[in-house]
């Protein structure tokens, strides 16, 4: 995976829209609406979406986002904290999905 992913290449993607450049422009319009400070602020966005980019494991958006949370000051500890929550949340939504395990267990021993 390393020579697949090239740090290189995350800036390349201002140029997604470059065979449908409509979507790629709403796209944008639509990401910087949702990044902007509103009822969070930029900072818990970051955090928000270096989370999101961890479980996802998009290593373009875990560089982008851990160096947008450094340049708003977001701590290591924070950043880890964050990477935590977004860690034991997908764990609760893998055990979640258990549930239909447990029926088809349940059903069979009837």
Do not use: W
Not at 15 to 21: D, F, M
Not at 61 to 89: F, K, P, R, W
């Amino acid at each position: 995976m390393a020579d697949y992913y090239e740090q290189k290449d995350l800036a390349d993607f201002a140029n997604i829209g470059e065979y449908a450049p409509e979507l790629g422009e709403k796209y944008f319009a639509y990401y910087g609406e949702a990044m902007k400070d509103g009822a969070l602020s930029a900072r818990e966005k970051a955090l928000i979406a270096l989370a999101v980019a961890t479980t996802q494991k998009c290593p373009y958006c875990i560089d982008a986002y851990t160096n947008q949370c450094l340049s708003l000051g977001v701590s290591q500890e924070e950043m880890m904290e964050a990477v935590h929550v977004g860690s034991a949340m997908v764990a609760g939504i893998v055990l979640a999905h258990a549930t239909q395990m447990r029926k088809i267990i349940k059903k069979k021993e009837m």
